[in-house]
T-cell receptor, first 110, second 112 residues
């Protein structure tokens, strides 16, 4: 099925642990994005990649890194997780009909 | 910086009542997109508005872009329980990189 696939769907980390959130799209979109969603805060952009080989910071990039591995894949890495990074993370790609979002990763840092 | 303000934050209606959410800005909006997120789900694109005064309809949903491009609205006629969710507006601020700046959303609850 065409769309954006995110893994994992759920994750619990201890403070200081690292992890990588994976995202892949099969719609041949150039631009991909990572957002976090917190209650009452809407969607805030962490990083984005306007095309293969480029990445840029969004509104809340601190504590995160990204890799645009190829046109399909855009990963988000937390090097040393903190409780403030407890959130729902969405990957998205942009087509002519707006963003297509993945189903999200619910991350808890304890 | 410029912020897209969305009101109300919450709205509770009885099934059959109408619902409207507003997206406002103190500066001119560029292109507005609307998304719906069901509880526990992910945002889903509904529509894009680009022209001043533009009105688009999708069944019971009517989307408007203000004449001065400083506000936009989503109106649902005769709500149904399937309309439950959070509705977000987003402005691209003229970005050619596809960046969107989201409002905080309006959470709609529909009582049967």
């Amino acid at each position: 099925n065409a769309g954006v696939t995110q893994t994992p769907k759920f994750q619990v980390l201890k403070t200081g642990q690292s992890m990588t959130l994976q995202c892949a799209q099969d719609m041949n979109h150039n631009s991909m994005y990572w957002y976090r969603q917190d209650p009452g805060m809407g969607l805030r952009l962490i990083y984005y990649s306007a095309s293969e080989g480029t990445t840029d910071k969004g509104e809340v990039p601190n504590g995160y890194n990204v890799s645009r591995l190829n046109k399909r894949e855009f990963s988000l890495r937390l090097e040393s997780a903190a409780p403030s990074q407890t959130s729902v993370y969405f990957c998205a790609s942009m087509g002519v009909d707006g963003y297509t979002f993945g189903s999200g990763t619910r991350l808890t840092v304890v | 910086g410029q912020q897209v303000m969305q009101i109300p934050q919450y709205q509770h209606v009885q099934e059959g009542e109408d619902f409207t959410t507003y997206c406002n800005s103190s500066t001119t909006l560029s292109n507005i997109q609307w998304y719906k997120q069901r509880p526990g789900g992910h945002p889903v694109f509904l529509i894009q508005l680009v022209k001043s005064g533009e009105v688009k309809k999708q069944k019971r949903l009517t989307f408007q872009f203000g004449e001065a491009k400083k506000n936009s609205s989503l109106h649902i006629t005769a709500t149904q329980t399937t309309d439950v969710g959070t509705y977000f507006c987003a402005d691209d601020r003229g970005s050619t990189l596809g960046r969107l700046y989201f409002g905080r959303g309006t959470q709609l609850t529909v009582w049967p």
